[in-house]
């Protein structure tokens, strides 16, 4: 890893080194290695022949513990909060306050020797992980390109992905997620992307940054790291993102309706995903050129019209970009993946939800085959208007034809209640449970609601039948990954 020497470690963290030989431990640099770290990893089962091990605090281990066998293992050195005594295990120590920190400052000084990779940054509240796969698959034809793995894009993910780059690659796509003021500036000073890719501004994470125009502000402190002639593309069809104009000098893009990238003769496809035309006109040039986009969904067309300006900026032909765009499926993305069980289509979309991405999913059920099912649990960290959020939901699924509303959670009881009166016209709202239709029964619209997870999981069957498309999304806290599991284990007749 280029420049990542165990002395220029120890001076990025402000270390105080320790050599511990025959379990005695002595102060001072000493001699160090001037070979350069293979890895840098916070997992000790992921050690390796001179890596650099960064011992940090969990819930339940302390990475300190297992320094000894990282060494073993042949690592260079190890940071950690710890102070070696008599008996320590022999090697480099680098101690410092903040185990944490200091895996950031080695990543924001690693990204420094690593200049000339270009970096695009992934921000946005909803559908950061889908365009960041297309993002990536659009630039692959060009370069040899590094994407966070999964959604590692929080202070841990994001250093971790940056210390994976190598001298082989050309261009990182890296994801960028926060949820307070300040987390985007820590993010950005250690990416310091080149181009910067926004998806939208959405109701996420409103306890901490209390309304839209909060998020935007926390958001865009990503403008304050871009490198010189930066580059910000934003999502034109977003009423917030439109609103900007000053990006700190950088290059502004827009795309999306009536901007530079555009999409025009759309061809739903359902579940299948889509086929159109991309259009890119800055105003002095024009080009057409057909995407058939497999992942479903009509906001996937906006993230694939992100990637692909992006693509083009970076200098991708239209044709290659477009070949990997279509590349990409809902497995990739790690969120979104359909499977079936005893004839039943499940659309698994368990991670996370918010407003925007359970609309986005049900638009999706909406256009598939068979009868139409929505298990739905509590989006979390929506501040004084979660009721009414999840109320929307409900209105939202009865108007696109959800046929069986299935939802878990105190604050989904909202959805279940707004879906309830949107079908069947409940004029005093009362809601109550005994006032409610039978839901099992036959031909008809119709809800049911379990205080949590384990109460639905617990009642030991649902009413679902062979041909059903059935969505599974709640936010990550409410586990819902225990419903496909119930079911394909049997705990959950169908």
Same mark, same amino acid.
């Given at each position: 890893?280029r420049g990542?020497?165990?002395?220029?470690i120890a001076?990025?963290v402000?270390?105080k080194i320790y050599?511990v030989e025959?379990?005695i431990?002595k102060?001072?640099p000493?001699v160090?290695?001037e070979?350069e770290?293979s890895?840098?990893?916070?997992?000790?089962?992921?050690?390796?022949?001179d890596?650099?091990f960064?011992?940090?605090?969990?819930?339940r281990?302390?990475?300190a513990?297992f320094?000894?066998s990282?060494?073993?293992?042949?690592? #260079?050195?190890? %940071?950690?909060?710890?102070?070696?005594?008599?008996?320590a295990?022999d =090697? *480099?120590?680098?101690?410092v +306050?903040? !185990?944490?920190?200091?895996?950031?400052?080695?990543?924001?000084f690693?990204?420094?020797?690593?200049?000339?990779?270009k970096i695009?940054g992934?921000?946005g509240?909803?559908?950061?992980?889908?365009t960041k796969?297309?993002?990536?698959?659009a630039?692959?034809?060009?370069y040899?390109v590094?994407?966070?793995?999964?959604?590692?894009?929080?202070?841990?993910g994001?250093?971790i992905? #940056?210390?994976? %780059?190598r001298d082989?690659?050309?261009?990182?796509?890296?994801?960028m =997620? *926060?949820s307070?003021f300040? +987390?985007? !500036?820590?993010?950005?000073?250690m990416?310091?992307?080149?181009?910067?890719l926004?998806?939208?501004?959405a109701?996420?994470h409103?306890e901490a940054?209390?309304d839209l125009w909060?998020?935007?502000?926390a958001k865009?402190e990503i403008?304050?790291?871009?490198?010189e002639?930066g580059?910000?593309?934003l999502?034109g069809?977003?009423?917030m993102l439109?609103?900007?104009?000053?990006v700190?000098?950088?290059?502004?893009y827009?795309?999306g309706?009536?901007?530079?990238?555009?999409?025009?003769?759309?061809e739903?496809?359902?579940?299948?995903?889509?086929r159109?035309d991309?259009v890119y006109d800055?105003?002095?040039?024009e080009?057409?050129?057909?995407v058939?986009l497999?992942l479903?969904g009509?906001?996937?067309i906006?993230n694939?019209?992100?990637a692909?300006l992006?693509?083009?900026l970076l200098?991708v032909?239209s044709e290659?970009?477009a070949?990997?765009?279509?590349?990409v499926?809902?497995?990739n993305?790690?969120r979104?993946?359909?499977e079936t069980?005893?004839?039943i289509?499940f659309i698994n979309?368990?991670y996370?939800?918010?407003?925007?991405?359970?609309?986005?999913?049900?638009d999706?059920?909406s256009?598939?085959?068979?009868?139409?099912v929505a298990i739905?649990?509590?989006?979390?960290?929506?501040?004084s208007d979660?009721?009414?959020l999840?109320?929307?939901i409900g209105?939202?699924?009865?108007k696109?034809g959800?046929d069986?509303l299935i939802?878990a959670g105190?604050l989904?009881?909202?959805t279940?209640?707004a879906?309830?009166?949107t079908?069947?016209?409940?004029?005093?709202?009362?809601?109550?449970k005994?006032?409610?239709?039978?839901?099992l029964?036959?031909?008809e619209r119709k809800s049911?609601w379990?205080e949590?997870?384990?109460e639905?999981?617990?009642?030991?069957?649902l009413?679902?039948?062979k041909?059903?498309?059935?969505?599974?999304?709640?936010?990550h806290?409410?586990h819902f990954?225990?419903i496909?599991s119930a079911?394909?284990?049997?705990?959950i007749k169908?």
């Amino acid at each position: 890893m280029r420049g990542l020497t165990v002395g220029n470690i120890a001076k990025a963290v402000d270390a105080k080194i320790y050599a511990v030989e025959g379990g005695i431990p002595k102060e001072g640099p000493g001699v160090l290695p001037e070979r350069e770290a293979s890895a840098v990893v916070i997992d000790s089962r992921l050690c390796e022949k001179d890596c650099v091990f960064v011992a940090t605090k969990g819930e339940r281990v302390d990475g300190a513990d297992f320094i000894g066998s990282c060494f073993e293992k042949g690592a #260079l050195a190890a %940071i950690t909060e710890r102070t070696p005594e008599t008996g320590a295990a022999d =090697g *480099i120590w680098l101690v410092v +306050e903040d !185990s944490l920190k200091a895996l950031k400052k080695v990543a924001a000084f690693y990204r420094e020797k690593m200049r000339d990779v270009k970096i695009v940054g992934i921000v946005g509240s909803v559908g950061k992980t889908s365009t960041k796969e297309l993002t990536a698959a659009a630039l692959s034809s060009k370069y040899n390109v590094l994407a966070t793995q999964g959604n590692l894009n929080n202070e841990i993910g994001v250093p971790i992905t #940056l210390l994976r %780059i190598r001298d082989c690659h050309e261009v990182a796509v890296v994801e960028m =997620g *926060i949820s307070d003021f300040g +987390e985007m !500036s820590r993010l950005g000073a250690m990416v310091r992307p080149d181009v910067v890719l926004f998806t939208n501004i959405a109701p996420c994470h409103l306890e901490a940054l209390g309304d839209l125009w909060g998020v935007l502000r926390a958001k865009t402190e990503i403008f304050g790291y871009l490198r010189e002639n930066g580059m910000i593309v934003l999502n034109g069809d977003d009423r917030m993102l439109r609103t900007i104009s000053d990006v700190r000098g950088a290059n502004l893009y827009f795309y999306g309706s009536n901007s530079c990238m555009r999409a025009e003769n759309i061809e739903n496809i359902g579940t299948e995903g889509s086929r159109f035309d991309a259009v890119y006109d800055n105003g002095e040039e024009e080009e057409r050129f057909e995407v058939r986009l497999c992942l479903p969904g009509a906001h996937m067309i906006g993230n694939a019209l992100g990637a692909a300006l992006v693509a083009r900026l970076l200098g991708v032909g239209s044709e290659d970009a477009a070949k990997g765009l279509g590349t990409v499926n809902p497995s990739n993305t790690g969120r979104s993946v359909r499977e079936t069980i005893d004839g039943i289509d499940f659309i698994n979309d368990a991670y996370n939800a918010s407003p925007l991405s359970v609309k986005a999913a049900i638009d999706i059920l909406s256009g598939a085959p068979g009868r139409k099912v929505a298990i739905l649990g509590d989006m979390l960290e929506l501040g004084s208007d979660e009721c009414k959020l999840h109320a929307e939901i409900g209105e939202y699924a009865a108007k696109k034809g959800t046929d069986l509303l299935i939802c878990a959670g105190k604050l989904s009881e909202n959805t279940a209640r707004a879906f309830e009166k949107t079908i069947c016209d409940d004029s005093d709202g009362s809601g109550e449970k005994e006032n409610r239709r039978d839901p099992l029964k036959n031909g008809e619209r119709k809800s049911l609601w379990f205080e949590g997870t384990d109460e639905l999981v617990g009642a030991g069957e649902l009413p679902l039948k062979k041909g059903d498309t059935v969505l599974v999304k709640a936010s990550h806290g409410m586990h819902f990954e225990k419903i496909l599991s119930a079911v394909k284990e049997g705990r959950i007749k169908l």
